[in-house]
């Protein structure tokens, strides 16, 4: 892996999600998690603190040895056990029907392929299981989705993909939107900040 890749866009992704802008979206969505729980995409760790009583413990699951380095650095502000892992979500080295909730923030764009990712969500999660999430992506006007879809090659190889349509991916990966809003950000480019957010059950 590129330089860029190994310690630039690690440092990149930290800052970025540091912003306080996504605070509140942490807030909500975090809490509402229960029992084992599978972190796709844990960055630096800055979800942990937020993790409650209800978690029994957090598996982090990061492709990014320098993301997970840092992570490590907030394992002591966690009121549950947390076991990092290095692995992408795309091959997710658990069994099957293992995890009470996964927790996916602003994850799904990075990845290579998000209908396998997603497909693995929901193969580790226990029948009735529920995915937590909070992503960017396609946006309902056409004239902001018409610009996603031509910078989304571009911003790709420097960043993520810019128009995955959220709620299309997850139904079509067999899960059951329980609750789903969305909006931009509100502020910054338009086709970097419509936000989906909600709550996903594995359907058997």
């Given at each position: ?14 800052w ?31 979800n942990?603190p ?49 995890m ?19 497909a693995?969500m ?5 029948p ?15 004239q902001?989705a ?37 909006g ?7 086709p ?13």
């Amino acid at each position: 892996m590129s330089i860029y890749g190994t310690w630039l866009l690690p440092r990149l992704i930290d800052w970025t999600m540091r912003s306080a802008d996504l605070t509140p979206y942490r807030e909500r969505l975090i809490p509402l998690a229960r029992g084992c729980v599978l972190e796709i995409g844990i960055g630096s760790g800055l979800n942990l603190p937020l993790y409650r009583g209800a978690v029994e413990r957090v598996i982090g699951l990061d492709p990014s040895f320098e993301l997970l380095r840092r992570a490590g650095s907030m394992i002591s502000r966690a009121m549950c056990p947390v076991h990092l892992v290095r692995a992408a979500a795309e091959a997710i080295p658990l069994v099957d029907g293992s995890m009470d909730t996964v927790v996916m923030t602003w994850t799904l764009c990075s990845l290579t392929d998000a209908c396998t990712g997603l497909a693995e969500m929901r193969r580790v999660l226990k029948p009735g299981g529920e995915l937590l999430f909070v992503e960017h992506g396609l946006a309902p006007e056409p004239q902001v989705a018409a610009w996603q879809h031509r910078l989304d090659p571009l911003w790709t190889r420097i960043s993520c993909h810019l128009d995955n349509p959220v709620g299309q991916l997850l139904r079509e990966a067999g899960f059951e939107l329980v609750t789903l809003n969305s909006g931009y950000l509100g502020r910054g480019p338009k086709p970097m900040t419509f936000m989906y957010e909600g709550l996903a059950r594995s359907t058997a």
